[in-house]
């Protein structure tokens, strides 16, 4: 392959973007009103089998409607069962041999690539890497654009295609697509998340990359995350938040630095979960990770976020419940009294932790633990943070204000019920409470 006439080549094919008049968006199918996402990722998926049934057949023209009908592969399902029978080797053939249907193969055979169903090893060799270079290299953006696709998956392989594809300047190639104005700005997003994939994947190579890509790379990687794109955003933090990259720790704190201090005020549920992952996994100070998890707890209404947020604050209990007790308090109650039963549940058993018994005894608090005395299993518990409560040593004032406010006919009620009904446990722990509040009733009776 002659790299000099390649390197002209790609200089001159920037404003060559569509791939022989190809466009992004294949021809739209129109539904039926009551067609479902779930129908139509079948019917796609349907079309593209009967296409691989008409290419079985000789009838080459299907490879472009191929191409065209791959959005079944959102669904796990679907994707698996069509690359138990997609013909890798067959399209591979046509990519590198075959001019007029080499694209639509080669964006099928790119979208198939990830599957571990695909025989990965008989492709990565140096000899069809060259040849893929000198299409995506000839042909234009969408020819890098899948090409990249699998590359990616090669060169965790082999270091001799990293290289090969370092020295003969694909970081230049993909910084001439990024600056490139013609490009439509949803196309160079999408481009954005695949060629990030490559970058990513340079580093998790053995050995290091050589310095000079090295700073390429990384400086290309902090420009994707300050583009704040969540489907970028969320790319790029799925495969960091795997594993840290072990080779290179000061590249390493600057990705958590920035994704700290951008991505701390998120609303957003995915990129607050895959934050608080690659956060957490990166081992940030202890006061970083109490500052995040008190913001995405406030911030984002997210049951599975909140749940984890909790269940860091009761694990960190120790280390955290005198940094700053009263906020966490605070934000723990706001967020108890309005949410879902179950974060209620959860709320509560953190705010027991974290609550300062000999400070004070709040309202809301007290009142969040009277809504579930009776509930089945976890009343037990609130009778006895309520018996704590009682038991502790009050001034006279406290307590009697205490039971003024929430000592009431209808709570001797409820507890004399749970001890005519409840299980054993459940029993004894009603009857201390009635108990320990008729006995401090009686010490203000006149």
């Given at each position: 392959m002659n790299l000099e006439s390649s390197s002209i080549r790609r200089n001159n094919r920037i404003g060559h973007i569509n791939n022989h008049g190809r466009t992004n968006v294949p021809p739209p199918i129109i539904f039926s009103p009551k067609c479902t996402r779930k129908d139509a990722l079948l019917m796609s998926y349907q079309r593209a089998v009967k296409c691989l049934q008409d290419i079985s057949n000789g009838d080459l023209t299907k490879i472009e409607s191929l191409s065209n009908h791959m959005a079944f592969i959102e669904n796990k399902k679907l994707f698996s069962q069509f690359c138990s029978i997609f013909p890798f080797d067959f399209f591979m053939n046509i990519i590198l041999n075959h001019e007029t249907f080499s694209f639509p193969a080669l964006k099928c055979f790119s979208c198939c690539i990830k599957s571990?169903?695909?025989?990965?090893?008989?492709?990565?060799?140096?000899?069809?890497?060259?040849?893929?270079?000198?299409?995506?290299?000839?042909?234009g953006f969408l020819s890098t654009f899948?090409?990249?696709?699998?590359?990616?998956?090669?060169?965790?392989?082999?270091?001799?295609?990293?290289?090969?594809?370092?020295?003969?300047?694909?970081?230049?190639?993909?910084?001439?697509?990024?600056?490139?104005?013609?490009?439509?700005?949803?196309?160079?997003?999408?481009?954005?998340?695949?060629?990030?994939?490559?970058?990513?994947?340079?580093?998790?190579?053995?050995?290091?990359?050589?310095q000079i890509y090295f700073s390429s790379i990384s400086n290309s990687i902090l420009f994707y995350l300050n583009e704040r794109t969540d489907s970028l955003i969320l790319e790029i933090l799925e495969k960091f938040s795997k594993q840290p990259i072990l080779l290179y720790p000061d590249l390493q704190m600057q990705i958590s630095?920035?994704?700290?201090?951008?991505?701390?005020?998120?609303?957003?549920?995915?990129?607050?979960?895959?934050?608080?992952?690659?956060?957490?996994?990166?081992?940030?100070?202890?006061?970083?990770?109490?500052?995040?998890?008190?913001?995405?707890?406030?911030?984002?209404?997210s049951v599975k976020l909140r749940k984890k947020c909790m269940k860091t604050l009761i694990l960190h209990e120790k280390e955290w419940k005198n940094v700053n007790n009263e906020e966490i308090c605070n934000i723990l109650m706001n967020v108890s009294e309005n949410s879902q039963v179950f974060i209620k549940k959860l709320g509560i058993k953190t705010l027991a932790l974290y609550w300062d018994q000999s400070k004070m005894i709040d309202a809301r608090f007290m009142n969040l633990l009277l809504c579930f005395l009776n509930d089945k299993g976890f009343g037990t518990f609130c009778i006895h943070v309520i018996l704590s409560f009682l038991t502790s040593s009050f001034p006279p004032e406290i307590l009697k204000h205490f039971l003024g406010e929430f000592w009431s006919a209808e709570i001797e009620s409820q507890l004399a019920e749970i001890i005519e009904n409840g299980n054993e446990e459940e029993s004894n722990a009603a009857s201390l409470l009635l108990n320990a509040f008729v006995e401090a009733s009686s010490q203000f009776d006149t």
């Open positions: 571990n169903l695909c025989p990965i090893t008989n492709y990565c060799n140096l000899q069809i890497t060259q040849q893929l270079f000198e299409i995506q290299n000839n042909d899948h090409s990249l696709k699998i590359f990616s998956r090669f060169v965790l392989i082999s270091v001799e295609i990293r290289d090969f594809l370092l020295n003969n300047g694909i970081l230049d190639i993909i910084s001439q697509y990024l600056s490139n104005e013609r490009i439509p700005i949803p196309s160079k997003g999408q481009f954005m998340i695949i060629s990030s994939s490559l970058l990513i994947n340079f580093l998790y190579s053995e050995p290091k990359i050589p630095n920035l994704i700290f201090n951008h991505f701390i005020n998120t609303t957003s549920e995915k990129v607050g979960l895959f934050v608080y992952k690659f956060i957490k996994s990166n081992k940030i100070t202890s006061i970083d990770n109490l500052q995040l998890t008190l913001r995405f707890l406030q911030q984002i209404d």
